[in-house]
């Protein structure tokens, strides 16, 4: 699931590049800037699942003990 949402938001931000790039008005830039925002949530969606998973790893190795 975290590589997934790595990869969505790869792809979120080229998207975000290249609608930026090619923008010929002020919603195009806006639809830019919210392209980035959907980039950094599923960036942020990946960290948190990074952390959960950890955090799992710690509490199965906490109650092998």
């Known amino acids: 699931m975290q590589i997934l949402f790595l990869l ?3 792809a979120a931000f080229f998207g975000g590049v ?3 790039g090619g923008a010929k008005s002020a919603i195009h ?3 830019a800037g919210v392209t980035f925002l959907i980039w ?3 960036l ?12 799992a790893k710690e509490l199965l ?5």
């Open 8 to 10: 969505i938001s790869l």
């Open 18 to 20: 290249l609608l930026l």
């Open 29 to 31: 830039e806006i639809l």
């Open 40 to 42: 950094a949530v599923f």
């Open 44 to 55: 942020v969606g990946a960290g948190v699942i990074g952390a959960i998973r950890e955090a």
């Open 61 to 65: 190795a906490a109650q092998q003990k």
